[in-house]
T-cell receptor, first 109, second 116 residues
């Protein structure tokens, strides 16, 4: 079966750095996505990785290792507004998005 | 960036009635649209995938006669929840994939449905 694992909840301090991990087992691989979702809102796109390595976009970076079935989202200089759920999703061989359950990130002052 | 709208943003209806939710791609042609349902504190659950001009493909466990999906044009898909029950209360989100794009799905803002 297809499976995506990420931690249920993480807590971090404002101004600090946090890394959210995602491991996956899917039928084929056509890219990995990270989305941010605030409570009561739809997900918003953060990053996309299809090749191994690190993609940096401002305070957010995403890393992918296809051989290990592993990705992480790195958030730097955390702000209170970064409190949200972070969803990892993998596009399989049928170009369907397989979603993780999401990681709720709590930022404390 | 690409914009997807949904209407209504929230709706309250009585049990037994039907509710239609619209999803529109505003500045691109969406050859494929997806409908998701999300219960509180849970992840997105794909309900169905629809391609313009053809019948939707429903995920296992989703009743196609209850959740009617129409994708009549490249910019509009509708989800009709028929004979709604309180357990259908949920957050319904559509997303659209640009026909020319290889990777990104653009999400609508979601519709909060409450069935009383």
């Amino acid at each position: 079966g297809q499976n995506i694992d990420q931690p249920t909840e993480m807590t971090a301090t404002e101004g600090a750095i946090v890394q959210i991990n995602c491991t996956y087992q899917t039928s084929g691989f056509n890219g990995l996505f990270w989305y941010q979702q605030h409570a009561g809102e739809a997900p918003t796109f953060l990053s996309y990785n299809v090749l191994d390595g690190l993609e940096e976009k401002g305070r957010f970076s995403s890393f992918l290792s296809r051989s290990k079935g592993y990705s992480y989202l790195l958030l730097k200089e955390l702000q209170m507004k970064d409190s949200a759920s972070y969803l990892c999703a993998v596009r399989d061989s049928n170009y369907q998005l397989i979603w993780g359950a999401g990681t709720k990130l709590i930022i404390k002052p | 960036g690409a914009v997807v709208s949904q209407h209504p943003s929230w709706v309250i209806c009585k049990s037994g009635t039907s509710v239609k939710i619209e999803c529109r791609s505003l500045d691109f042609q969406a050859t494929t649209m997806f409908w998701y349902r999300q219960f509180p504190k849970q992840s997105l659950m794909l309900m169905a995938t629809s391609n313009e001009g053809s019948k939707a493909t429903y995920e296992q466990g989703v009743e196609k006669d209850k959740f009617l999906i129409n994708h009549a044009s490249l910019t509009l898909s509708t989800l009709t929840v028929t004979s709604a029950h309180p357990e259908d209360s949920s957050f319904y989100i559509c997303s659209a994939r640009d026909g020319g794009g290889l990777y990104e799905q653009y999400f609508g803002p979601g519709t909060r449905l409450t069935v009383t």
